[in-house]
């Protein structure tokens, strides 16, 4: 089944302590996203990344870092995480075509509370 | 002002009755135009894209598209109450992908 998985489905952690949100895709799609969902804000994107070892800032980056280092994967990495990033955080995947991207596949998301 | 904007709702109707959903939107760049459907504690799931202006049509679903007006539209006909969730409608410029805020929609029996 196609299908993107995040890992894990609920997190509560303190201030400070260093987390990773795994996301991983089976679809050999090129282009990979994180996007954060609050209540009157929508959903609105982190990071994104075109392709393998290429990334590139989103609408909200700070606080955040991630990395392509495979194709498949694309990890969401807080260094010292803080309370406004309690959110419901979501990882997608999509086709490309001639660099523009359409079809996203997005994962069952990741509650994270930060205390 | 927003790029996409999207009456939050909620909005409410009866069951077999059509449900309209609407975005307007201010880029002229947009591309690719979606319709996504999120259902409480769930990660949006596609529901439609196109990238024309025009009808497409899939099921119970329509979605329209006008460029000239920057306007798209999301028709479901003889709604269930298993359509009841929250509709976003997403446009694409490139790499870029912009959601609207969503659509709250419940569907009573």
């Known amino acids: 089944e196609a299908q993107v998985t995040q890992n894990p489905r609920y997190l509560i952690t303190v201030t400070g302590k260093k987390l990773t949100v795994t996301c991983s895709q089976n679809?050999?799609?090129?282009?990979m996203s994180w996007y954060r969902q609050d209540p009157g804000l929508g959903l609105r994107q982190i990071y994104y990344?075109?392709?393998?070892?290429?990334?590139d800032k989103g609408d909200v980056p700070e606080g955040y870092k991630v990395s392509r280092k495979e194709k498949r994967n694309f990890p969401l990495i807080l260094e010292s995480p803080s309370p406004n990033q309690t959110s419901l955080y979501f990882c997608?995947?999509?086709?490309?075509?001639?660099?523009?991207?359409?079809?996203?596949?997005f994962g069952s998301g990741t509650r994270l509370t930060v205390v | 002002q927003k790029e996409v904007e999207q009456d939050p709702g909620p909005l409410s109707v009866p069951e077999g009755a059509i449900v309209s959903l609407n975005c307007t939107y201010s880029?002229?760049?947009?591309?690719?135009f979606m319709w996504y459907r999120q259902y409480s504690r769930k990660g949006p799931e596609l529901l439609m894209y196109?990238?024309?202006?025009g009808n497409k049509e899939d099921g119970r679903f329509t979605a329209q598209v006008d460029k000239s007006s920057k306007y798209i539209s999301l028709f479901i006909r003889d709604s269930q109450p298993s359509d009841s969730a929250t509709y976003l409608c997403?446009?694409?410029?490139?790499?870029?992908?912009?959601f609207g805020g969503g659509t709250r929609v419940l569907v009573k029996p």
């Open positions: 196109t990238y024309s202006s």
């Open positions: 990344s075109m392709n393998v070892e290429v990334t």
């Open positions: 997608a995947s999509s086709r490309s075509l001639d660099r523009v991207v359409y079809g996203y596949t």
């Open positions: 679809m050999n799609h090129e282009y």
């Open positions: 997403a446009l694409t410029a490139g790499n870029k992908l912009t």
């Open positions: 880029n002229s760049a947009f591309q690719y």
